[in-house]
């Protein structure tokens, strides 16, 4: 069984639209989930993390997790064309254990 | 910012050549890492490093790899005999504390020929 699964992509959205970005995970032991944004020939930059459940929110950005049901979401408001990137969930245990990826979901926001 | 810093970004080397890739981690972080990503594939963890000794490894980490931290400063991945399927891009990672004070590197892009 997969230990991370991100919906697979890619996805185009015109300037402006909500973005709903989701994940799903198998292993309980997960306590921190992330948001990195990848850019093309960079490595992975954190966007957002959640320790449990719950929400956060940044500006624009909100990350949600429900535990329950073991299920990961970054929205995004009022898109940006500078928003375009890869975003990858990843999960951690803590305890600087490793990080768990998800596959990636391409954006693009069209002007 | 701090800043983890990767060379070569590009390396391309002929099966069954060694090559060593090179990162220097943040200067107060304790914990390095490295991950791999194949084209289109997800990002795998590959070894993580705590007080010069290998703390976890994945599957991948055969053998064939091998980290260090020669100095204070750099920490290296070698691969003894590089095979067509370890064309990736490496990241080297390294952390201190907290997740969010977790950083990657660029990465070098491996072409194995």
């Known amino acids: 069984q997969k230990e991370v699964e991100q919906d697979p992509g890619p996805l185009s959205v015109p300037e402006g639209a909500i973005v709903s970005l989701n994940c799903t995970y198998s292993n309980s032991a997960f306590q921190y989930f992330m948001w990195y944004r990848q850019y093309s020939r960079k490595g992975p930059e954190l966007l957002m993390y959640t320790y449990s459940s719950g929400n956060k929110e940044d500006g624009r950005f909100t990350a949600q997790v429900d535990k329950s049901s073991k299920y990961i979401s970054l929205f995004i408001r009022d898109s940006q064309p500078s928003d375009s990137a890869t975003y990858l969930c990843?999960?951690?245990?803590?305890?600087?254990?490793?990080?768990?990826f998800g596959k990636g979901i391409t954006l693009s926001v069209r002007p | 910012e701090p800043e983890v810093t990767q060379t070569p970004s590009h390396q391309v080397t002929q099966m069954g050549q060694e090559v060593i890739l090179r990162c220097v981690p943040i200067s107060n972080h304790l914990y390095f890492y490295w991950y791999r990503q194949i084209l289109g594939q997800k990002v795998e963890f590959l070894v993580s490093f705590y007080n010069n000794e290998i703390s976890e490894k994945s599957e991948i980490f055969d053998d064939q790899f091998s980290v260090e931290r020669p100095d204070g400063s750099n920490f290296t991945l070698k691969i003894r005999s590089t095979k067509l399927e370890d064309s990736a891009m490496y990241f080297c990672a390294s952390i201190s504390g907290s997740v969010e004070k977790l950083f990657f590197g660029s990465g070098t892009q491996l072409s194995v020929l």
């Open positions: 990843a999960t951690y245990t803590g305890a600087n254990s490793k990080l768990t």
